[in-house]
Protein backbone atom coordinates (compact mmCIF):
# COMPACT_ATOMS: atom_id res chain seq x y z
CA UNK A 1 0.00 0.00 0.00
CA UNK A 2 1.23 3.37 -1.23
CA UNK A 3 0.85 6.26 1.60
CA UNK A 4 1.78 9.85 1.13
CA UNK A 5 1.77 12.08 4.41
CA UNK A 6 1.66 15.92 4.19
CA UNK A 7 2.76 15.66 8.01
CA UNK A 8 4.89 13.81 9.21
CA UNK A 9 4.20 14.10 13.15
CA UNK A 10 0.93 12.93 13.08
CA UNK A 11 1.65 9.87 11.48
CA UNK A 12 5.52 8.92 12.98
CA UNK A 13 3.23 5.36 14.03
CA UNK A 14 2.34 4.50 10.65
CA UNK A 15 5.23 2.67 8.29
CA UNK A 16 6.21 3.20 4.66
CA UNK A 17 4.74 6.54 4.12
CA UNK A 18 6.06 9.40 1.97
CA UNK A 19 6.58 12.78 3.14
CA UNK A 20 5.63 15.38 0.56
CA UNK A 21 5.11 18.92 2.44
CA UNK A 22 1.92 20.18 1.47
CA UNK A 23 3.33 23.61 -0.80
CA UNK A 24 5.29 20.78 -3.38
CA UNK A 25 2.55 19.23 -3.93
CA UNK A 26 2.21 20.28 -7.61
CA UNK A 27 5.50 18.86 -8.42
CA UNK A 28 4.25 15.12 -7.16
CA UNK A 29 1.70 14.70 -9.01
CA UNK A 30 2.10 11.13 -10.59
CA UNK A 31 3.38 10.23 -6.63
CA UNK A 32 0.04 11.72 -5.29
CA UNK A 33 -2.09 9.56 -8.33
CA UNK A 34 -0.04 6.42 -7.69
CA UNK A 35 -1.25 6.48 -3.84
CA UNK A 36 -3.45 4.33 -2.12
CA UNK A 37 -3.97 7.04 0.95
CA UNK A 38 -3.14 10.81 1.13
CA UNK A 39 -2.89 11.58 4.54
CA UNK A 40 -3.37 14.69 6.45
CA UNK A 41 -3.28 17.35 3.66
CA UNK A 42 -3.55 20.87 4.91
CA UNK A 43 -6.93 22.38 4.52
CA UNK A 44 -5.87 24.49 1.31
CA UNK A 45 -5.71 21.22 -0.14
CA UNK A 46 -8.56 19.42 0.26
CA UNK A 47 -10.60 20.52 -3.18
CA UNK A 48 -7.69 19.58 -5.54
CA UNK A 49 -6.80 16.60 -3.66
CA UNK A 50 -10.43 15.25 -3.99
CA UNK A 51 -12.13 16.78 -6.93
CA UNK A 52 -9.32 16.86 -9.08
CA UNK A 53 -7.43 13.73 -8.50
CA UNK A 54 -10.58 11.80 -7.21
CA UNK A 55 -8.02 10.81 -4.25
CA UNK A 56 -8.39 8.69 -0.55
CA UNK A 57 -8.26 11.49 1.81
CA UNK A 58 -7.60 10.87 5.99
CA UNK A 59 -9.03 12.40 7.47
CA UNK A 60 -12.32 12.05 6.09
CA UNK A 61 -13.73 14.90 3.96
CA UNK A 62 -15.86 15.24 6.59
CA UNK A 63 -13.87 15.33 9.19
CA UNK A 64 -12.32 18.87 7.17
CA UNK A 65 -15.39 20.57 5.81
CA UNK A 66 -17.80 19.77 9.29
CA UNK A 67 -14.52 20.78 11.74
CA UNK A 68 -13.49 23.66 10.06
CA UNK A 69 -14.93 26.07 11.99
CA UNK A 70 -17.12 26.06 14.93
CA UNK A 71 -19.96 27.82 12.79
CA UNK A 72 -19.92 24.60 10.02
CA UNK A 73 -19.78 22.47 12.91
CA UNK A 74 -22.32 23.58 14.88
CA UNK A 75 -24.87 23.72 11.68
CA UNK A 76 -24.37 20.39 11.07
CA UNK A 77 -24.78 19.26 14.65
CA UNK A 78 -27.86 20.89 15.26
CA UNK A 79 -28.71 19.36 12.07
CA UNK A 80 -27.97 15.78 13.21
CA UNK A 81 -28.36 15.59 17.09
CA UNK A 82 -30.22 19.21 18.35
CA UNK A 83 -30.88 17.74 21.67
CA UNK A 84 -27.56 17.26 22.25
CA UNK A 85 -26.03 21.03 21.44
CA UNK A 86 -26.07 23.43 24.41
CA UNK A 87 -28.35 26.76 22.97
CA UNK A 88 -26.17 28.71 20.68
CA UNK A 89 -26.45 31.51 18.59
CA UNK A 90 -24.49 32.80 15.33
CA UNK A 91 -25.09 36.10 14.30
CA UNK A 92 -23.30 39.26 12.76
CA UNK A 93 -20.61 41.35 14.86
CA UNK A 94 -23.12 44.71 14.43
CA UNK A 95 -25.32 47.08 16.15
CA UNK A 96 -27.96 44.51 14.99
CA UNK A 97 -26.32 41.39 16.38
CA UNK A 98 -25.09 42.62 19.44
CA UNK A 99 -28.88 44.23 19.86
CA UNK A 100 -29.99 40.50 19.19
CA UNK A 101 -27.84 38.75 21.81
CA UNK A 102 -28.91 41.68 24.55
CA UNK A 103 -32.40 41.37 23.91
CA UNK A 104 -32.54 37.30 24.10
CA UNK A 105 -29.67 36.02 26.54
CA UNK A 106 -29.20 36.62 30.11
CA UNK A 107 -25.28 37.16 31.48
CA UNK A 108 -23.04 35.18 31.97
CA UNK A 109 -22.88 33.35 28.68
CA UNK A 110 -19.95 31.91 26.57
CA UNK A 111 -18.47 33.66 23.66
CA UNK A 112 -16.48 31.87 21.01
CA UNK A 113 -14.37 32.58 18.43
CA UNK A 114 -15.32 30.68 15.00
CA UNK A 115 -11.64 29.59 14.53
CA UNK A 116 -10.27 28.58 17.85
CA UNK A 117 -8.90 25.63 19.73
CA UNK A 118 -7.13 24.68 22.84
CA UNK A 119 -9.60 26.51 24.63
CA UNK A 120 -7.99 29.39 23.14
CA UNK A 121 -10.60 32.16 22.00
CA UNK A 122 -13.48 31.34 24.51
CA UNK A 123 -14.85 33.63 26.90
CA UNK A 124 -16.90 34.04 29.60
CA UNK A 125 -19.26 37.14 29.08
CA UNK A 126 -20.50 38.55 32.47
CA UNK A 127 -21.70 42.03 31.07
CA UNK A 128 -22.44 44.13 28.44
CA UNK A 129 -18.73 45.75 27.88
CA UNK A 130 -17.45 42.48 27.51
CA UNK A 131 -19.90 41.78 24.97
CA UNK A 132 -18.80 44.88 23.28
CA UNK A 133 -15.48 44.16 23.86
CA UNK A 134 -15.72 40.64 21.88
CA UNK A 135 -17.98 41.92 19.20
CA UNK A 136 -14.99 44.20 18.57
CA UNK A 137 -12.71 41.67 17.80
CA UNK A 138 -14.48 39.18 15.66
CA UNK A 139 -16.54 39.22 12.76
CA UNK A 140 -18.83 36.84 14.02
CA UNK A 141 -20.75 36.67 17.28
CA UNK A 142 -21.09 32.79 18.65
CA UNK A 143 -22.55 32.82 21.93
CA UNK A 144 -23.50 29.46 23.50
CA UNK A 145 -25.00 28.72 27.25
CA UNK A 146 -23.10 28.28 30.20
CA UNK A 147 -23.85 24.95 31.31
CA UNK A 148 -23.70 24.27 35.15
CA UNK A 149 -20.28 21.96 34.85
CA UNK A 150 -17.28 21.52 36.93
CA UNK A 151 -15.70 19.24 33.82
CA UNK A 152 -15.90 17.85 30.69
CA UNK A 153 -14.92 15.30 28.50
CA UNK A 154 -12.76 14.33 26.17
CA UNK A 155 -13.55 11.51 23.63
CA UNK A 156 -10.82 10.80 21.08
CA UNK A 157 -12.06 9.11 17.65
CA UNK A 158 -9.67 7.47 15.23
CA UNK A 159 -10.78 5.76 12.24
CA UNK A 160 -13.61 3.32 13.49
CA UNK A 161 -13.36 3.25 17.16
CA UNK A 162 -13.20 5.18 20.33
CA UNK A 163 -9.48 4.82 21.64
CA UNK A 164 -10.14 7.11 24.60
CA UNK A 165 -12.16 8.54 26.40
CA UNK A 166 -11.35 10.76 30.01
CA UNK A 167 -12.24 14.09 32.19
CA UNK A 168 -11.12 17.28 32.25
CA UNK A 169 -11.25 19.37 35.09
CA UNK A 170 -9.71 23.29 35.41
CA UNK A 171 -9.36 25.43 38.34
CA UNK A 172 -11.19 28.04 36.51
CA UNK A 173 -13.54 28.65 33.62
CA UNK A 174 -11.60 26.63 31.19
CA UNK A 175 -10.43 22.75 31.28
CA UNK A 176 -8.73 22.06 28.51
CA UNK A 177 -5.24 20.70 29.21
CA UNK A 178 -3.42 23.26 27.18
CA UNK A 179 -5.39 26.06 29.62
CA UNK A 180 -4.47 24.37 32.71
CA UNK A 181 -6.78 21.55 33.11
CA UNK A 182 -5.96 18.10 34.64
CA UNK A 183 -6.74 14.68 33.27
CA UNK A 184 -8.95 12.80 35.73
CA UNK A 185 -9.18 8.67 34.78
CA UNK A 186 -10.35 8.11 38.08
CA UNK A 187 -14.41 8.78 37.01
CA UNK A 188 -16.14 6.37 35.13
CA UNK A 189 -17.05 8.01 31.58
CA UNK A 190 -20.98 7.41 30.97
CA UNK A 191 -22.29 5.42 27.96
CA UNK A 192 -24.57 7.57 26.99
CA UNK A 193 -21.69 9.93 26.13
CA UNK A 194 -19.48 7.47 24.39
CA UNK A 195 -22.82 6.08 22.44
CA UNK A 196 -23.48 9.20 21.14
CA UNK A 197 -19.91 9.58 20.10
CA UNK A 198 -19.53 6.65 18.53
CA UNK A 199 -23.13 7.01 16.85
CA UNK A 200 -22.27 11.06 15.62
CA UNK A 201 -18.38 9.96 14.46
CA UNK A 202 -19.91 7.19 12.23
CA UNK A 203 -23.01 9.32 11.14
CA UNK A 204 -20.83 12.18 10.20
CA UNK A 205 -18.62 10.15 8.83
CA UNK A 206 -15.79 11.56 11.09
CA UNK A 207 -12.57 9.78 11.70
CA UNK A 208 -10.06 11.77 13.55
CA UNK A 209 -11.44 13.98 15.67
CA UNK A 210 -11.44 14.72 19.66
CA UNK A 211 -14.93 15.43 20.68
CA UNK A 212 -16.05 17.98 23.95
CA UNK A 213 -18.82 16.81 25.95
CA UNK A 214 -20.27 17.92 28.61
CA UNK A 215 -23.14 15.99 31.00
CA UNK A 216 -25.55 17.72 32.56
CA UNK A 217 -28.20 15.60 34.74
CA UNK A 218 -27.12 12.50 33.04
CA UNK A 219 -27.54 14.48 29.34
CA UNK A 220 -24.33 14.94 27.20
CA UNK A 221 -23.90 17.73 25.10
CA UNK A 222 -21.94 18.12 22.50
CA UNK A 223 -19.67 21.39 22.70
CA UNK A 224 -17.26 20.79 19.81
CA UNK A 225 -14.93 18.38 17.47
CA UNK A 226 -11.49 19.31 16.68
CA UNK A 227 -9.83 17.39 14.37
CA UNK A 228 -6.44 17.83 15.12
CA UNK A 229 -6.64 17.53 18.78
CA UNK A 230 -3.98 17.11 21.00
CA UNK A 231 -2.90 13.86 22.91
CA UNK A 232 -1.14 14.98 26.12
CA UNK A 233 -2.25 14.07 29.25
CA UNK A 234 -2.88 10.27 28.99
CA UNK A 235 0.06 7.78 28.83
CA UNK A 236 0.51 5.83 25.19
CA UNK A 237 -2.26 7.42 24.08
CA UNK A 238 -0.15 8.40 20.81
CA UNK A 239 0.67 4.69 20.63
CA UNK A 240 -3.33 4.12 20.61
CA UNK A 241 -3.90 6.64 18.09
CA UNK A 242 -1.18 5.56 15.95
CA UNK A 243 -2.38 1.98 16.09
CA UNK A 244 -6.09 2.94 15.17
CA UNK A 245 -5.40 4.25 12.68
CA UNK A 246 -2.99 2.28 10.93
CA UNK A 247 -5.71 -0.56 11.25
CA UNK A 248 -8.35 1.67 9.41
CA UNK A 249 -5.90 2.44 6.65
CA UNK A 250 -4.65 -1.04 6.26
CA UNK A 251 -7.96 -2.60 6.64
CA UNK A 252 -10.87 -3.35 4.69
CA UNK A 253 -12.32 -0.37 2.99
CA UNK A 254 -15.11 0.48 6.07
CA UNK A 255 -18.95 0.12 4.35
CA UNK A 256 -20.69 3.01 4.40
CA UNK A 257 -23.14 3.94 7.16
CA UNK A 258 -26.63 3.45 6.58
CA UNK A 259 -27.61 5.19 10.21
CA UNK A 260 -30.08 7.74 9.63
CA UNK A 261 -30.93 9.39 13.42
CA UNK A 262 -28.15 9.74 16.05
CA UNK A 263 -29.26 9.06 20.02
CA UNK A 264 -26.75 8.53 23.11
Not at 66 to 74: A, F, I, S, W
Not at 173 to 190: E, H, I, K, Y
Not at 217 to 226: Q, S, T
Request: with cysteine.
Amino acid sequence: MKLITFDPFRTLGTPGVRYIKPEHMHQHRDELNDADWLLFPAYWQINSLHYVLKKRIFPSLSSYHLGHDKVEMTRALQTACPEHVPETLITSSDHYGISQILDQWSFPFVAKSVKSSQGMGVYLIENRQQLIDYAEREAVLYVQKLLPIVRDLRIVVVGDEIVASYWREGSGFLNNVSQGGRVRTDLPVPDTALSLVSGLARYLDINHAGFDVAMVDGHPYILEFNRLFGNTGIPDLPKAIAAAMNRYLFGPEPPSSSDTSVSA
